[in-house]
């Protein structure tokens, strides 16, 4: 059996933000990662209502100019995927969109936009574990 595959050196990196309490999900696509793109990332998520983030240590993430972006941040310990929500609708587009040769990358793109869309019903299951619903319910309010 022949097993078609694509080699196309084209990527898009993809940014999530997710709501675990209502369910809601921002995405944007970035050409390249590092604290300019998390600045941009968070300034749209920001005048979007975003108001806190919760992510990996990555040297971008804990750069000055995205500390002053106005978006409260919550660092994760290292090693710990299994703590960041965003990681399980990571998980849940893959399942979505691999093994299949797409053609072009805009329509890799249209695919996982599509599976973004998709999960959105779901997304509060998917994410909205009990201790991280209990620590957003207890945050102050302004």
Do not use: T
């Not at 999530?16 to 990662?33: M, N, T």
């Amino acid at each position: 059996m022949c097993q078609r595959v694509e080699r196309s050196y084209e990527w898009r990196y993809l940014q999530v933000a997710v709501d675990p309490l209502s369910g809601e999900v921002w995405w944007r696509w970035s050409e390249r990662l590092g604290k300019e793109a998390a600045v941009a990332a968070l300034s749209e998520w920001r005048a979007l209502g975003v108001a806190v983030v919760v992510w990996d240590n990555a040297g971008s993430h804990r750069a000055r100019e995205v500390r002053e972006v106005g978006v409260e941040l919550v660092y994760l310990p290292a090693y710990s995927p299994e703590l960041n929500p965003v990681e399980r609708v990571f998980c849940e587009v893959r399942r979505c969109v691999e093994g299949v040769v797409y053609g072009s990358l805009e329509a890799k793109l249209a695919a996982v936009a599509g599976a973004l869309g998709g999960l959105r019903d779901g997304m509060v299951r998917l994410v909205g574990w009990d201790w991280i619903r209990e620590a957003l319910e207890g945050l102050p309010c302004d």
